[in-house]
């Protein structure tokens, strides 16, 4: 029994938690390109670089909080500093799309177009944040660190096991249960929400229903921006802060838009946790988790790993590419958002 | 109101008009522009000669979401619902330009089309194609219009769903809107116009009461068959 519980305890450990947070961070990002596919329908490769804008900004005015002595108590100073870094990114976005997006939907450019677009736009963004920032490793996470420790859980229980629960996990799963529901209620009740649900799913109606498409694009970039910045600085917290991290979660996302149908917010979210479940139980070891199940001969020698942690990016290109060979549409039935 | 067009390839001079609480149809063989005559009043394409009025008003130069403003109403041949909302949420969006009290104007749709009120939190995109047609028509009274244009709104119904639909778009016309209405099934779309446009190649062929564009031989031997 006690080596049942340990198993337990081990498994939610480092991975359930562990994929609870990161797949709540996926999400989010995921959220972020389905809404601009919804509406703007076009495949945005500068959502991971627009996340490390805000996430700089975040990071920037933590340090100046901290150098004037400013502190949250328990909780990361960053959430003082998200605020004002979520207005920053907004307006990048909002200037990104005055400066970019614009001109080719007066166009009517093809999707591919703005893709391509997109990259330059990543490009760009990439070049200024490594510009102020640097591209080295940042940490930034300061308040408390756990909400249960590992050994005061050990001495709670009298288990073997530990179980951690770091505070920047709690507060990615709060954070980001809270957002997705406002944002549904947001699509699902308001006026401007319908609109969007309107202009995603059928353009030249909406037009002649009245909708203005500028209002409903820039809607889109504020939320846009403002779950990347979200996103971004939690991800940071839980982790931490890497240009070059942040530009290579546009994987994930992908993927995790794609498994749930790109364009419909449900499917970012379950596609989230899908491909943050796919990646940690594919790269964790289980030789500790199964010792404690199996009788002692039994015991596996090797480390029971599907696949280096290395390649924990091969799994959202796994999906990404099984999901479109046999599912193209995503998981879920129905139409774009 | 009339509405004219000339120059370009499509249509020549042609002239379309509709006055309050009448129905306007206009006919004509497959590519005699019938829906771009639509389009060009509805400002979905530049008029290279001649102008659109409203009420008297010019209204040539403006956008279709300005025209919309001004009183105008449209719904297309296809894709004329937002599939994935709610029969409910369509009327609202037909409503988007409204900031009052929009609920007299539902009811009103409602009574025009019971069906629509049993399956308003529906997703329209799941109802058939009859009453895929009531939103969309549905859809454009919500804005309470002086004129509806509708572009083939019995494509593809069956021909009871059809007489209903012109039933119902008898009853419209009764509250008082211009309708203008580009129709394949000639025959019956005449037997209920005030005014019958027969267009021929962009140009204005016959123009007639409906009742004479019937009995007209000309008319019934080239396009009524017979």
Known sequence: MTDIMNATVLLSNFVIIPVLAYGSQLALGALGVTLVYGILRFANFAHGDLMAFGTMITILVTWWLQSIGVSFGPLPTALLALPVAIVFTIAMALFTDRAVYRFYRRKRSTPAIFVIASIGVMFVLNGIVRFIIGPNDQQFADGERFIIKARSFKHMTGLNEGLAFKVSQGLTIGIVFVLVISLFWFLQNTRTGKAMRAYSDNEDLALLSGIDPEKVVMVTWIITAALATIAGTLYGLDKSFKPFTYFQLLLPFFAAAIVGGIGKPVGAIIGGFVVAFSEISITYAYKKFLKYLVPENWAPEGLVQFLSTDYKFAVSFLILVLVLLIRPMGILKGRVI | ?226
């Open chain 2, 1 to 226: 109101m009339s509405g004219g067009y000339g120059g370009a390839d499509i249509l020549h001079d042609c002239n379309i008009s509709v006055d309050k609480g009448e129905i306007a149809v206009v006919v004509g063989p497959n590519g005699a522009g019938k829906s771009t005559a639509m389009k060009a009043l509805f400002g979905m394409l530049n008029l290279s000669q001649g102008n659109v009025t409203l009420g008297g008003e010019d209204i040539t130069c403006l956008s279709p979401q300005e025209r919309v403003k001004k009183g105008m109403a449209m719904v297309p041949q296809t894709n004329n619902v937002f599939a994935s909302l709610t029969v409910q949420e369509n009327l609202e969006m037909g409503a988007f330009l409204r900031r009052d009290d929009i609920f007299q104007t539902m009811e009103h749709v409602f009574e025009l089309f019971p069906i629509l009120k049993d399956k308003r939190n529906q997703a329209a995109g799941e109802l058939s194609g009859g009453q895929r047609q009531q939103v969309a028509v549905g859809r454009a009274l919500m804005t309470t219009p002086e004129v509806l244009m509708l572009d083939e709104p019995t494509a593809g119904v069956s021909p009871i769903v059809m007489d209903e639909l012109f039933e119902r778009i008898l009853e419209v016309k009764q509250t008082g809107i211009a309708i203008l209405m580009v129709e394949q099934n000639a025959r019956q779309a005449l037997n209920i116009a005030d005014t019958g446009y027969v267009l021929v190649t962009g140009k204005n062929k016959f123009t007639n009461t409906g009742e004479a564009l019937l009995a007209s031989p000309e008319v019934r031997r080239s396009f009524l068959g017979g």
